[in-house]
């Protein structure tokens, strides 16, 4: 019987079954996830600093800073950025690690702190009062803090599950 020959590029090639099973992301995933996950994280504590430690008193009250509106429009645009290569994870990342049973605990948590800070970063934009947005905003950034601590354990906890 003939064997079928499967292109280089096939998920079937022998060659790449190795790297499909590890689940590990290219490095070019990896690195755009890591760059825009800590310009989403640095952009965020800008924020924080400029908003709360970064005011001044002015003639008519406390003054926004000239960092905090730049830092929240970049938080913005990095929060897009994110979303896109957290989709990106969705086929090649998410769903065949949940099928091997492979760091769920982590990656759920992940996941779950993900759809939290979308939710909350949403209502922060369009759906926040004035008087509910104190609220809103320490419900977005307490939990935006742990977001790198998650991030390294889901990493860490990945590449010991790798070495068994």
């Known amino acids: 019987m003939r064997q079928l020959k499967h292109p280089k590029n096939s998920l079937h090639h022998p060659g790449l079954r190795s790297h499909v099973m ?7 995933h990896r ?20 908003h709360y430690f970064l005011r001044s008193a002015g003639e008519f009250g406390e003054t926004v800073h000239p960092l905090e509106p730049w830092a929240m429009k970049l938080h913005g645009a990095a929060a897009m950025a994110t979303l896109f290569f957290v989709g990106s994870l ?24 993900l759809a939290w800070l979308t939710l909350s970063g949403y209502a922060l934009y369009y759906l926040a009062s004035e008087a509910s947005r104190p609220l809103w905003s320490a419900g977005h950034w307490i939990p935006g803090l ?19």
């Open 90 to 113: 969705l086929n090649s990342h998410i769903r065949r690690a949940h099928h091997a049973r492979r760091n769920r605990y982590s990656g759920w948590s992940m996941a779950t702190l």
């Open 146 to 164: 742990l977001l790198p601590l998650l991030l390294v354990l889901h990493i860490l906890l990945g590449r010991r599950a790798a070495r068994r």
């Open 31 to 50: 690195f755009s996830l890591y760059g825009i996950s800590s310009l989403l994280v640095a952009s965020g504590i800008l924020w924080l600093l400029a």
């Open 22 to 28: 590890r689940f590990r992301l290219e490095r070019w």
